[in-house]
């Protein structure tokens, strides 16, 4: 069983552990997909019992492209037998011994070739950040700033297509007002950093670095945007990154 534990249109946390309870009461295993979780709510993969865990740096551990992470069950890893490898799943990688395969018995045996070590070093900081911060901290500040977001969006008549339940609801709150697709990409325009989500509405994922009143500047950008018609030289054609 594969999915996400935080929804990427609609923020919405997924009951990971009743998931993964109900699979492992059949026979089957999880794995969980978590660009979306780590970084801005609590994860424990150890109470979840979760048997896979993935995700990446590019997103709410502020780090950029080809960082990413995995995680396997401890108990589950010597029976694993990996379809791709590479030089640093080997026990003994510097013997290159190429007609004898053999797996280490550690979490390494499912690492491949050489990674990308410039993106390696680009991960660290974002990582350290968040570590010095506290996901706590970081939790707190992003339920009660998208609270603050939905408020104001439904306030000026706009839809919101995230969990009104803040336990439920994770860093993102979607936001689906009047030509949503070309206000984006007029906000945009104006450095307002957002993204788009066809079906779902623009998203706005505040973090620990964003302030309330940067927060009330999206929502009254949007007002502005729709009152001026500034978003209809937008509305002809799609870029292609939304």
Same mark, same amino acid.
């Given at each position: 069983?594969?999915?996400?534990?935080?929804?990427?249109?609609s923020a919405y946390i997924m009951p990971a552990a009743e998931i993964v309870a109900k699979a492992h009461a059949v026979g089957a295993q999880v794995l969980l997909? &978590?660009?979306?979780?780590?970084?801005?709510?609590?994860?424990?993969?150890? !109470?979840?019992?979760?048997?896979?865990?993935?995700? &990446?740096?590019?997103?709410?551990?502020?780090?950029?492209?080809?960082? +990413?992470?995995?995680?396997?069950?401890? @108990?589950l890893r010597p029976s694993l037998q990996p379809r791709m490898t590479g030089w640093f799943a080997h026990p003994r990688p510097f013997a290159f011994e190429v007609?004898?395969?053999?797996?280490?018995?550690?979490?390494?045996?499912?690492?491949?070739?050489?990674?990308?070590?410039?993106?390696?070093?680009?991960?660290?900081?974002?990582?350290?950040?968040?570590?010095?911060?506290?996901?706590?901290? *970081?939790? !707190?500040?992003?339920?009660?700033?998208?609270?603050?977001? *939905?408020?104001?969006?439904? &306030?000026?008549?706009?839809? +919101?297509?995230?969990?009104?339940?803040?336990?439920?609801?994770?860093?993102?709150?979607?936001?689906?007002?009047?030509?949503?697709? !070309?206000?984006?990409?007029?906000?945009?325009?104006?450095?307002?950093?957002?993204?788009?989500?066809? &079906?779902?509405?623009?998203?706005?994922?505040?973090?620990?670095?964003?302030?309330? @009143?940067?927060?009330?500047?999206?929502?009254?950008?949007?007002?502005?945007?729709?009152?001026?018609?500034?978003?209809?030289?937008?509305?002809?054609?799609?870029?292609?990154?939304?």
């Amino acid at each position: 069983v594969s999915l996400s534990h935080v929804l990427f249109r609609s923020a919405y946390i997924m009951p990971a552990a009743e998931i993964v309870a109900k699979a492992h009461a059949v026979g089957a295993q999880v794995l969980l997909n &978590g660009y979306h979780s780590v970084g801005v709510i609590p994860v424990d993969v150890t !109470a979840l019992n979760v048997d896979f865990y993935v995700g &990446g740096t590019l997103k709410w551990l502020c780090g950029g492209p080809g960082g +990413v992470f995995l995680y396997v069950r401890p @108990d589950l890893r010597p029976s694993l037998q990996p379809r791709m490898t590479g030089w640093f799943a080997h026990p003994r990688p510097f013997a290159f011994e190429v007609n004898n395969y053999e797996a280490r018995d550690d979490v390494f045996r499912f690492a491949n070739g050489t990674p990308a070590i410039p993106a390696l070093y680009a991960v660290q900081p974002g990582v350290e950040i968040i570590a010095e911060v506290g996901i706590d901290a *970081i939790r !707190a500040k992003s339920m009660r700033q998208t609270a603050l977001l *939905i408020e104001l969006a439904r &306030g000026a008549g706009y839809v +919101v297509n995230s969990p009104m339940n803040p336990e439920e609801r994770g860093g993102t709150v979607t936001i689906n007002p009047p030509e949503a697709y !070309a206000v984006s990409r007029a906000l945009i325009a104006q450095e307002i950093v957002i993204d788009y989500r066809e &079906g779902a509405g623009i998203r706005a994922a505040p973090h620990f670095y964003t302030t309330d @009143d940067e927060v009330r500047a999206l929502i009254d950008a949007i007002s502005a945007i729709l009152a001026d018609g500034s978003w209809k030289p937008f509305s002809r054609d799609r870029a292609f990154v939304t």
